[in-house]
């Protein structure tokens, strides 16, 4: 039957019973880990890639789907007329959302391509409000003003435990590097408007930790949050704390906590942890 179908790309942090919920179709990421290639969902779980990339002799690369694949897909969600909308990753960390507007162009569907500008659960918040919306039979027009409201209130805040996996990825110069291994330097970051920035730079754990409950103060003040999600590489000691901290005011059975998605942890490394969330309260 003719609608609008959701599609993503598999960093989003959308649960396995969320994507059959809701249905979402997923574009799957590669991962390769000591000249081994998988895939994202497929052949590989995020809490096997991170055992995997705990033991690993070099850094682990990603690869975004081939065009290819992204043409394949939208050709088959249309083949009943419906059209398509893609929600992918922020340009800053990938290029996928770019293949995706090469496909699109090459597609006999209908197919809109838009930047999430967030990764993660955060993306997620976009796609299953989308999801949502197209299931009720929504417009096009409906379910990207939703969305776009859902992506410009939501904040990622990360927390950067162990610089040496952005350095070896060349985000962090080598200098840096040595300089949070010398100093035990840990650094937040945060996604604003589509950019990857650092939030913060303290040395040791402690202080990173104070602004976490900071942050988690200011949510207490919304009206109505929206969705709430944590995700981590190995870090469970940190998400017992923010979940603690947030549980007070938004039911911790309903904070989606899941380890993180390859991309993401490669860049970040082991032990790092990040708090995402949305507000419905209007500016």
Known sequence: ???????????????????????????????????????????????????????????????????????????????????????????????????????????????????GQYTDRALAFQVIEAAKLAQQGADKETIIKRAEFVRDHTKLYMGVVNLDNLVKGG?????????????NIKIMLVVENGELKVHTKARGLKPIKKIYKEIADQMSQIKKLGGVGISHVDAPEMVENISNDIAPFFPKEDICVRETVPIIATHAGMGAFCLMYFSEDED
Do not use: W
């Open 1 to 115: 039957m003719a609608g609008i179908k959701i599609v993503t790309d598999s960093s989003c942090g959308i649960t396995d019973e969320e994507i059959k919920k809701y249905g979402v179709s997923i574009v799957p990421l590669s991962v390769m880990i000591d000249d081994t290639v998988y895939v994202e969902r497929e052949t590989i779980t995020n809490d096997e890639f991170i055992k995997k990339m705990a033991s690993s002799k070099t850094l682990p690369k990603t690869s975004q789907p081939p065009l290819g694949k992204f043409v394949d897909l939208f050709d088959e969600l249309g083949k009943d007329g419906s059209q398509v909308i893609g929600f992918f990753m922020l340009e800053a960390i990938s290029g996928t959302v770019h293949t995706a507007e090469q496909a699109a162009k090459l597609s006999k569907t209908d197919v809109t391509v838009i930047d």
């Open 171 to 183: 985000r962090l110069s080598r200098f840096s590097g040595m300089l949070g291994g010398l100093l």
